[in-house]
Nanobody
Framework: QLQLVESGGGLVQPGGSLRLSCAASGVTLDYYDIGWFRQAPGKEREGVSCISSGDRITYYADSVKGRFTISRDKSRNTVYLQMNSLKSEDTGVYYC?????????????????????WGKGTLVTVSS
């Protein structure tokens, strides 16, 4: 089974930046749609950004458009989430997820959390 490992979380001040990484070992991520999701304290998990297996299609939640960028480095078998202009409301546990089923659109997978494999998450805290 695909195992995903997130890293890059931490404490950052409002307006700062972080880059999250999602890596897999033993399996290439090239054929997977990949998504970043987050769960704030007391709230439901939500889709932040997703990218299709061919990198042609990306989706961003309205709350992060213009601030976050998802990208894939095939040579490192890693997917990144660059987060800029961070706000306190971006605080939460960020999860990486992957799916190769192709049963729906990347946008739908992001909105409805339709991913098959999930990492354990990395904590992002935006606070002064």
């Amino acid at each position: 089974q695909l195992q995903l490992v997130e890293s890059g979380g931490g404490l950052v001040q409002p307006g700062g930046s972080l880059r999250l990484s999602c890596a897999a070992s033993g399996v290439t991520l090239d054929y997977y749609d990949i998504g970043w999701f987050r769960q704030a304290p007391g709230k439901e998990r939500e889709g932040v950004s997703c990218i299709s297996s061919g990198d042609r299609i990306t989706y961003y939640a309205d709350s992060v458009k213009g601030r976050f960028t998802i990208s894939r480095d095939k040579s490192r078998n890693t997917v990144y989430l660059q987060m800029n202009s961070l706000k306190s409301e971006d605080t939460g546990v960020y999860y990486c997820a992957a799916d190769a089923s192709r049963i729906t659109t990347v946008e739908a997978m992001c909105i409805y959390l339709g991913m098959d494999s999930w990492g354990k998450g990395t904590l992002v805290t935006v606070s002064s």
